[in-house]
């Protein structure tokens, strides 16, 4: 049943609902009566100026309600939707025509718990998510690596000044959903780790040595392939990189095949790192070994004995083999030469840069092969 309350104007002020009894729930949002909560509806859509209006009337309106004049207190607390403490109302809040829902009820505290708290990340996880990925920088070796295996990028990072020549990798990067930010110099210094990002910044997934046998099913006629022993400067590796590319050398033997994936190496390298595959064996020796039986020469080389490069025939098929420069190549790795070569120069200095080293000799295997 619904009851009327009108002001002068004749429009309705106050709605409520009665109980069986005449009694009413009291608002659930306010813990109070019906009337409170109207009266505040009605202020919000009404307004300051209805406000001031009500509260100026409220002298004479205020004391009029819909109950009848000789109606007792305990009715008139009704008909403005006070709670009689008398009644015999003892309902819940949910039997209320007022009550409204504004999210999933939740079952118990625990899952609230659980739905405040944030995910858990396995330290696992994010140990092998690195031992994954790698980051590169410098604007020519991303450059390249974007040209060669665009689908390895995971995450880049550009400052202004370099987007107009990145404008087809931002493309492909917006086109795949894949993550790239332009960002100040200091962030993209702190996102690769070096000062000297030339600009850019890739995370990619690192690729995996290929093994000698699978070499050996697709190796060309003439092939060089350059065997490191402990050469880990990345530095070095990314000049040695550099001069593969030059001169055509595809395949690298190494112990490790995520050193060839280092930003600094591939940075060095200028864009050398793409032409370039990791090859790796059970061991150094064991690769070595395999592509002996395959036919390859291997070739050693020594400062202070051996033919001298430029009086050596070097062969279409082999092995260069160069070691680290303070210790050179192990007695082992030594032993497994068929041919030993020595670079002539003047002796003021013991040996050459290893990468220094690597130019030359391929430069003439590339000269008497090519």
Request: proline content about 5%.
């Amino acid at each position: 049943m619904n009851d009327e309350f009108k002001g002068k104007s004749g429009k309705v002020k106050v709605m409520y609902v009665r109980d069986e009894d005449g009694g009413q729930k009291p608002n659930p949002r306010t813990g109070k009566g019906g009337r409170p909560a109207a009266r505040q509806e009605d202020n919000r859509r009404s307004g300051p100026r209805s406000s001031a209006r009500n509260n100026e009337e409220g002298g004479r309106s205020g004391a009029r309600s819909s109950a009848p004049r000789g109606a007792s207190n305990t009715e008139r607390g009704r008909s403005f939707g006070r709670r009689d403490d008398r009644g015999d109302d003892n309902r819940s809040f949910g039997d209320s025509p007022w009550r409204t829902v504004s999210r999933p009820p939740v079952a118990d505290d625990s899952q609230l718990d659980e739905a405040a708290n944030k995910p858990v990340i396995d330290p696992e996880q994010i140990r092998r998510q690195r031992q994954e990925e790698t980051r590169v920088y410098g604007e020519n070796a991303c450059q390249a690596l974007f040209l060669s295996r665009p689908e390895s990028i995971v995450r880049a990072w550009f400052i202004q000044s370099v987007t107009p020549r990145f404008r087809e990798t931002l493309r492909w990067l917006a086109a795949n959903r894949k993550a790239y930010h332009v960002v100040e110099d200091a962030e993209l210094t702190k996102a690769s780790g070096t000062e000297h990002h030339g600009g850019v910044c890739f995370i990619i997934k690192k690729r995996m040595g290929m093994p000698v046998t699978e070499w050996l099913t697709k190796a060309p006629t003439k092939d060089c392939v350059l065997a490191l022993e402990d050469v880990s400067n990345p530095h070095n590796l990314g000049g040695i990189m550099r001069s593969c590319a030059h001169f055509g050398v595809k395949g690298l033997l190494v112990n490790d095949a995520s050193l060839l994936e280092s930003g600094a190496a591939v940075r060095t390298a200028e864009g050398g790192a793409e032409h370039v595959q990791a090859i790796s064996g059970e061991s150094f020796a064991d690769g070595l070994e395999a592509f002996r039986k395959a036919g390859y020469t291997i070739v050693t080389t020594s400062s202070h004995e051996g033919t001298p490069l430029a009086k050596a025939e070097l062969p279409a098929k082999m092995v260069l083999v160069l070691g680290q420069e303070r210790e050179g190549l192990s007695d082992s790795a030594f032993q497994q030469g068929d041919l030993s070569l020595s670079i002539g120069g003047t002796g003021n200095v013991e040996s050459l840069n290893v990468s220094v080293a690597t130019g030359i000799l391929l430069a003439e295997w590339w000269r008497q092969n090519a």
